[in-house]
């Protein structure tokens, strides 16, 4: 009869694993695999392989039978019955396709079945008869061969070849019954065939009810029901394996049992080296009759007890070893199934001691895993088939995680929730406790947030797990590679949280461990001893001495030597271990502490001695898993964190940051105590940001400094969002950070730039950049300049990546880093001193900007200059940022507020500037990082005045190079002829039919540094330091001869002021040298291009005249506007060297066409530009118009200087142009800036208003030139102030206003402007002469007339009427026209040509 069992998974996969194999005999697979393993054919198994599997390929052989059915030869039948002899798994496959053929109704009907069965049978009996005349039992030894395999048959040495046949057969009708379960034609069909082979007598009916179904059999009239069959069955079952005889229940089995367990305990035990006799065993059994399951259920308890009787682990896998072949006599299922039992009946137990009150026997437990696996090492039983007996499975060891996780979040959850209901006298004695100040002062009486619950321990929420005590076991039995696998299998029920695995990871972590520990500590213990011996005595030795010996040796490299030549491998096991553990490894801190330092000494002999190659996803695996999240769930771990720090320094910031995104959003997410820690340390820094002020500061420094030790990304999360909120607290956050770890300051950049970047608020706000990036970046700089050796290259990185992304909002994080760290800033309001001081050198500069220096950071300089050069972003960052500014003009169609679109267009203008001087003044060798103009122009499409502008000091370094080299000649030398090639690819080549190449590369390659000397700027800083110095000196002297001071506080005072003198002495000495320095390269400079201005001025084949305006177009267009626009330097180097060219080439330039242009096109100008180049322009014409009014006031410096250059001529004929003439022209371009100014004040854009306002305001100076030019501005300037609803338009008139009307008064008038040449001021002194006599003449005859008693005559009287009317008339037109009473007519000169060309011009 057919006995069912359990088929465990094992067997399923077992079977698949051989259908993979063996794909063309899949159920031959599968009935050599039930016979082997004596487990019975399961539905499931069936069902899954007929689903699964490829069963519908018929084989040649089916090919041939089909034929013989048809009537076809005998030799069909041959070859099947040769398959049948040399192949039987695939008869087994063929008998399965015929039987399908049948079914299915395929060419072959159930008499013709039935007939090749008998066929068959007359074969196998042939064969049978043949095998036994031979004497032998060769030929059923084939056919069991056949069936199966000699070895994994599992079938009767005896059986026949006719039974094979048989069993093959009703296999394949076991098959098909299985598939065809439901009621339908081919079930009918299969039961028609069945019914015909009963019918043939082919097959006994006994046979048929050991193979087939029930419900099958009952259909084929086997059986008289299904359910009689199934019930005669269960009876035979029990009979046969349950039942024994009643008279041994109660006094033979009893004694049986004890007979039995007295054999078992006198041989094994922990003192005991026997072993059992076999026969001892089968005796008792036989004399007692005693189940063979109770027999195996008592020798598992005496080996388990014995087992755990041993001293060691050795000891009891030696027992275990020496009893083996008595537990392999037992059937391994057997074995399983009572291992089984115990497993479920200590469960049992376990419960009824926790409903009683009691607590569980947790060594009972771990004595049975222990012996389990003892069995499983010596290959006893199979792990996989223990697997399913115990509990929990793993589908409920994931949902009692998630119910873990889930009661884990909603405790953190409540911390963050707000009871704003609650009272003062509703509080609990820990929420008061838990809301007292920890300094003294404090005014809040009342917290809104609870108090903090405690989560009980994970172990006991976890719960009860055998696997997880069978996983132990094997690691206390050092079966790693068993265990490894287990914890990998089951790592989501989180193993390392139960007791037996978390202390058996940590045996085996310590004896990993401690032999390199055990090493660093002897290093450290010779360094500290080498240290103490060579600094002289006791205490820490001095820094010099410290780190080299006696002989010169550098003891720390032959330390760190020794360390990495002891690390001379790989510890992979150590590396394979700590992910497993995780963050179970706090619970012993000792031991976490000497894996961070062996771990750290392993990371420093791969990286830094490159002793072995590193993986670096296993050391990631390490610090996300293990390391960092044990850091978590460590109080104020400061000496752990260094390790760790150690480690994660030498990784780029890139891995750094990925191990941090991982550690917050895989850890604190999912495991429940770092759930819990994170929401702690929320619920702290909470309280912190907002009780924390300037007064209390000290004290919150170190709370959160303890806190961010071990938490620090929850904990600056909430500070950064804090930031973000209030701007206010970024100061206080930066003061908070004092006793911040490294660690903890690298893990702030991280959420720092995580913030940046993932945040979903927008970035710009419509009227600028929004406030919390502004406060962000603020931050970013006062951090990294108070804390120098924090990694700077994620941010300037962040900040490159943006740009590519077309953001120019981040670029405020590197302007405020420049800014905060060097002290450099760009764009402020510049006053007269600074703004000549732009053309001195780097002393002047430093004395005109003092506080660039004061803000400076040294270290900080240094780390930040090089992580920019370090990190290859001198060049990317420039040209992202030159590109982005072009990218705001020509592809900012979403900037529809041009104001906003100029402030961002001006804040990347200023970066651009500040990036390139802080690499200017802070590189060592810019010439070694700075690419050549044509990569930045060709390649990288950088417009002309960026590009030169970026390699200006290399260019300027080989023009002053060349000036030394070849002074006094007059061509153009080697090393700068290398560049005129690129100059020339540059534009087409009719722009140099116009201007000179090299003209252009003399003006785009020099600085202002280079052409004017600022020697009155000089000389007020040096004047200004020697009246300090005295200052210094004098006091000195007061505080030597000062009888009132301690002798020790005047020492003190009289060297802080020799200090201070020797500070001034220097800073003096410096601007001397400076400005000697300066003097001789402007004089050798000038020298050059008055050598040069000749063949400057020899382009082009027309008349001199003509090529003097060409040139000068051209030069204002690619030359003066670009960079004009360009910075406040820039601009004012643009005005000195036309200057220059006015005074040094007069042939080849012509001012006055130059200045014709720029009024004409200063509307134009002013409504294309921002706010900030409007200024540049401002200060372009500022200084342009100043040095044409010191040629106005001083008429003998013009005449002597000025009049006779070609560069002041209209037309070719024209005399030189005279100092009158000159001052017309300055007046009438006085008039267009007027006009010009005027017309953009009147616009309707807010833009164009603001420029005309910066432009005005810039030129205040000099501007407006005459009284005359005042009227129209004052009116359009008051409109502005008394209409206009735009608060900064009105603030910018305001000013403007104000400082126009304090300098109304000094401007002149017509006539006085006039007067400034000496001819019409004779004139005009005679001419007002002649009117003060006649004045005093009429006002004699007056008198003489008063005296008179006579009346004149009515026609005396009108005649004298009308003259006096006339008078005042002509005084009045007079008045009008000179702006003051006294102002005299324009006396009658000489008509000159050029006052007519020049008017006809501006008409």
């Given at each position: ?13 077992h079977?698949?694993?051989c ?20 487990y ?11 689903e ?22 005998d ?77 994994a ?122 072993t ?32 755990a ?11 275990v ?117 920890p ?23 976890m ?40 202390e ?5 972590l ?15 213990a ?9 600094g ?35 510890p992979?096991?150590l590396?394979?271990?700590l992910?497993?553990?995780g ?10 502490y ?11 002999a ?172 603020q ?22 990546n ?13 302007r ?27 002393q ?30 001198t ?15 020509y ?43 044509d ?22 370094k ?17 090393t700068?002829?290398e ?9 087409p ?22 052409i ?37 506080d ?72 670009p ?16 200057h ?36 540049c ?10 040095t044409?009014?010191?040629?106005a ?10 009049g ?56 205040i ?84 007339k ?31 026209e ?26």
């Amino acid at each position: 009869l057919r006995v069912y069992t359990r088929t465990t998974p094992t067997s399923l996969q077992h079977v698949q694993g051989c259908s993979a194999s063996r794909r063309s005999h899949p159920f031959a697979a599968l009935l050599t695999h039930a016979r082997a393993t004596q487990y019975t054919r399961s539905i499931h198994v069936v069902r899954t392989l007929a689903e699964t599997m490829e069963v519908d390929t018929p084989s040649p052989v089916a090919a041939h039978v089909l034929k013989w059915a048809d009537g076809g030869s005998d030799a069909c039948l041959e070859d099947a019955k040769r398959m049948f002899t040399e192949d039987q798994d695939g008869f087994s496959q063929l008998l399965v396709h015929l039987v399908r053929c049948v079914v299915a109704e395929e060419e072959l009907s159930s008499e013709q079945m039935v007939n090749f069965l008998l066929e068959l049978y007359d074969f196998a009996s042939t064969l049978a008869e043949e095998s036994a005349e031979e004497g032998g039992a060769s030929g059923d030894k084939m056919a069991a061969e056949g069936a199966g395999g000699s070895s994994a048959s599992g079938e009767k040495e005896g059986e026949s070849a006719t039974d094979v046949v048989t069993t093959f057969f009703l296999d394949a009708v076991w098959v098909m019954d299985l598939m065809h379960e439901k009621a339908g034609p081919p079930r009918t069909r299969l039961v028609e065939l069945m019914r015909a082979v009963k019918e043939a007598e082919v097959i006994a009916a006994a046979r048929m009810r050991e193979v087939l179904e029930p419900e099958f059999l009952a259909e084929i009239k086997v059986v008289a029901s299904a359910q009689s069959f199934q019930r005669s069955l269960r009876v035979v079952n029990t009979r046969r394996h349950m039942h024994q005889p009643i008279e041994f229940l109660m006094s033979d089995e009893s004694e049986g049992f004890a007979k039995l367990y007295v054999a078992l305990a006198f041989h094994i035990g922990p003192a005991l080296d026997g072993t059992v006799s076999i026969a001892q065993v089968k005796e008792v059994m036989g004399m007692f009759h005693i189940a063979p399951m109770r027999v195996i259920d008592i020798t598992l308890y005496v080996l388990m007890n014995a087992a755990a009787g041993c001293g060691d682990a050795q000891q009891a896998r030696a027992l275990v070893a020496r009893h083996r072949p008595l537990l392999l006599e037992f059937d391994a299922n057997a074995l399983v199934q009572v291992l089984g039992f115990m497993f479920k009946r200590h469960e049992e137990e376990t419960l009824e001691a926790l409903a009683a009150g009691a607590a569980w026997d947790v060594a009972a437990m771990q004595i049975l895993a222990r012996f389990t696996v003892l069995l499983v090492v010596e290959e006893v039983v199979d792990m996989e088939h223990i697997l399913p007996y115990l509990t929990p499975t793993q589908a409920q060891m994931q949902r009692r995680k998630a119910e873990v996780t889930k009661k884990a979040a909603l405790l953190a959850r409540s911390l963050t929730t707000i009871n704003l209901n609650q009272d003062e006298s509703e509080k609990t004695s820990e929420e008061a406790a838990d809301d007292a100040p920890p300094y003294v002062g404090n005014t809040l009486s009342a917290s809104l947030y609870p108090a903090v619950p405690e989560f009980p321990a994970l172990e006991r929420e976890m719960g009860r797990n055998q696997v997880f005590e069978i996983i132990g076991a094997l690691l206390f039995y050092h079966e790693n590679e068993r265990a490894l696998e287990m914890l990998s299998r089951f790592r989501d029920g989180m193993p390392c949280s139960h007791p037996s695995v978390r202390e058996s990871l940590a045996m085996q972590l310590s004896m990993l461990v401690q032999p390199m520990y055990d090493a660093y500590r002897a290093r450290e213990a010779k360094a500290r001893a080498h240290a103490k011996s060579s600094g002289g005595g006791g205490g820490k030795p001095k820094a010099a001495e410290g780190k080299k010996g006696g002989d010169g040796m550098d003891v720390e490299a032959e330390e760190a030597e020794s360390a990495a030549g002891e690390l001379s491998t790989f510890p992979s096991q150590l590396f394979q271990l700590l992910p497993l553990i995780g963050a179970e490894l706090h619970t012993s801190t000792p031991l976490f502490y000497k894996v961070a330092v062996v771990v750290r000494e392993v990371v420093t002999a791969a990286i830094t001695h490159k002793r072995f190659e590193l993986p670096q996803r296993e050391l990631e695996a390490v610090l996300v898993h293990s390391l960092l999240p044990c850091l978590s769930l460590t109080a104020s771990a400061y000496a752990i964190a260094q390790p760790i720090w150690d480690t994660l320094r030498v990784l780029p910031y890139v891995v750094r940051y990925r191990i941090y995104f991982h550690w917050r959003h895989s850890k604190y997410d999912s495991h429940p105590l770092l759930v819990i820690v994170g929401a702690k340390a929320l619920h702290e820094t909470r309280k912190i940001m907002g009780r924390v002020a300037r007064e209390n500061i000290k004290v919150y420094q170190r709370i959160i400094a303890k806190m961010s030790h071990s938490n620090p990304v929850v904990v600056f999360e909430k500070v950064v969002e804090n930031m973000q909120s209030y701007g206010n607290l970024v100061p206080l956050v930066n003061d908070l950070l004092r006793f911040v770890s490294p660690l903890s300051h690298d893990v702030l950049v991280y959420v720092l730039l995580h913030e940046m970047a993932s945040s979903a608020k927008p970035k710009m706000d419509g009227i600028g950049v929004a406030s919390w990036l502004s406060s962000l970046a603020q931050f970013c700089g006062i951090f990294f300049r108070k804390h120098a050796s924090v990694d700077v290259g994620g941010v300037l990185q962040y900040v490159a990546n943006q740009l590519k992304n077309s953001s120019s909002a981040d670029l405020l994080v590197l302007r405020q880093l420049i800014t905060q760290i060097s002290g450099m800033e760009v764009g402020e309001q510049l006053t007269e001193s600074q703004v000549g001081a732009l053309a001195g050198g780097t002393q002047l500069r430093a004395e005109a900007f003092p506080g660039e220096q004061a803000k400076a950071a040294k270290r900080s300089v240094v780390r930040l200059r090089d992580a920019i050069v370090d990190g290859a972003l001198t060049v990317p960052l420039f040209v992202l940022m030159a590109r982005q500014r072009t990218a705001l003009v020509y592809h900012g169609k979403s900037e529809k507020h041009l104001k906003l679109m100029s402030q961002r267009l001006d804040d990347c203008q200023h970066t651009i500037v500040q990036y390139v001087e802080f690499l200017h003044a802070h590189a060592h060798s810019f010439e070694t990082i700075a690419v050549g103009l044509d990569v930045l122009i060709d390649k990288f499409g950088v417009e002309v005045a960026d590009a030169f502008f970026f390699v200006r000091p290399v260019l300027a370094k080989l023009y002053r190079d060349d000036i030394h080299a070849k002074e006094g000649s007059g061509g153009e030398s080697d090393t700068r002829g290398e560049l005129m090639p690129l100059v020339e690819s540059l534009h087409p080549a009719h722009v140099w039919e116009s201007l000179s190449p090299h003209l252009f590369a003399s003006f785009w390659s020099l600085s202002l540094y280079d052409i004017q000397e600022p020697g009155d700027v000089y000389n007020s800083y040096i004047e200004k330091l020697e009246g300090e110095l005295l200052e210094e000196r004098a006091k000195g002297k007061a505080a030597a001869a000062a009888n009132n001071m301690k002798e020790e506080d005047k020492k003190r005072a009289v060297k802080d002021i020799d200090k201070r003198t020797r500070a001034l002495e220097t800073r003096i000495a410096k601007l001397k040298c400076e400005k000697k320095d300066q003097h001789a390269m402007v004089k050798h400079v000038l020298e050059r291009i008055r050598a040069s201005a000749g063949q400057w001025a020899e382009v082009g084949s027309s008349t001199p005249f003509t090529r003097a305006k060409n040139a000068t177009e051209m030069f204002l267009r690619i030359c003066v506007l670009p960079r004009c626009l360009y910075s406040p330097a820039d601009a004012l180097f643009c005005a000195q060297f036309i200057h220059v060219l006015s005074m040094e080439m007069p042939g080849g330039f012509n001012t006055l066409h130059l200045m014709n242009i720029v009024a004409k096109e200063l509307s134009k100008i002013v409504c294309a530009c921002s706010e900030a180049e409007a200024q540049c322009v401002g200060l372009f014409l500022n200084h342009l118009l100043r040095t044409f009014m010191q040629w106005a006031d001083d008429e003998q410096y013009y005449t002597e200087h000025i009049g006779g250059l070609t560069s002041f001529l209209a037309r070719p004929d024209a005399p030189p142009l005279p100092h009158y003439e000159f001052l017309e022209v300055l007046r009438s371009y006085a008039r267009c800036f007027s006009d010009a100014l005027t017309k953009c004040l009147s616009s309707p854009e807010p833009l164009h208003i603001r420029n005309a306002l910066y432009l005005c305001t810039t030129m205040i100076d000099v501007f407006p030139v005459v009284l005359s030019n005042v009227t129209k501005l004052v009116r359009q300037v008051n409109h502005i102030v008394e209409n206009d609803k735009r608060g900064d338009v009105k603030l910018l008139a305001n000013r403007y206003r104000a400082q126009l009307q304090a300098r109304t008064p000094n401007i002149p008038t017509r006539e006085s402007f006039r007067c400034k040449n000496a001819d019409y001021k004779k004139k005009a002194e005679e001419r007002l002469k002649l009117e003060e006599e006649q004045k005093k003449k009429e006002e004699e005859q007056k008198k003489s007339k008063k005296k008179r008693k006579s009346k004149k005559s009515d026609s005396s009287k009108s005649s004298k009427s009308s003259e006096s009317s006339s008078s005042k008339k002509s005084d009045a037109g007079d008045k009008k026209e000179s702006g003051t009473p006294n102002s005299l007519a324009p006396p009658a000169l000489r008509p000159s040509p050029f006052l007519a060309i020049f008017g006809l011009c501006f008409i």
